[in-house]
């Protein structure tokens, strides 16, 4: 079945960094485009960042210039290098997969449990 797995996240302070990883296993990782979404209490899951199957990366314009997404496709892993996190950084962060090229969670059929992510002032 498919799974995916997400690991790194933890607390920070503000201006600090952290490396989230998915680790994708069950469907043929390399026929779908992946992301990373992030969902606070009281607001809507939002993409953060995707990558689609031709390498195109799209970023949410929050996170421009400071998180940058990255895949093995060898490995089936996904990242989220994230520095210069913010307390509006914080989150639960989820991995997920579709086969559209689309940065928006209606797109995506797969989704990891989640790695929350929490950044002090």
């Known amino acids: 079945q498919v799974q995916l797995v997400e690991s790194g996240g933890g607390s920070v302070q503000a201006g600090g960094s952290l490396n989230l990883s998915c680790a994708a296993s069950?469907?043929?990782?390399?026929?779908?485009?992946m992301g990373w979404f992030r969902q606070s209490p009281g607001k809507e899951r939002e993409g953060v960042a995707c990558?689609?199957?031709?390498?195109?990366?799209t970023y949410v314009d929050s996170v421009k210039g400071r998180f940058t997404i990255s895949q093995d496709i060898a490995k089936n892993t996904l990242d989220l290098q994230m520095s210069s996190l913010q307390p509006g950084d914080t989150a639960m962060y989820y991995c997920a997969a579709g086969n559209i090229d689309d940065c928006r969670p209606w797109a995506f059929d797969y989704w990891g449990q989640g790695t929350q992510v929490t950044v002090s002032s």
């Open positions: 990558i689609a199957t031709t390498g195109r990366t």
């Open positions: 069950g469907y043929a990782y390399a026929y779908y485009s």
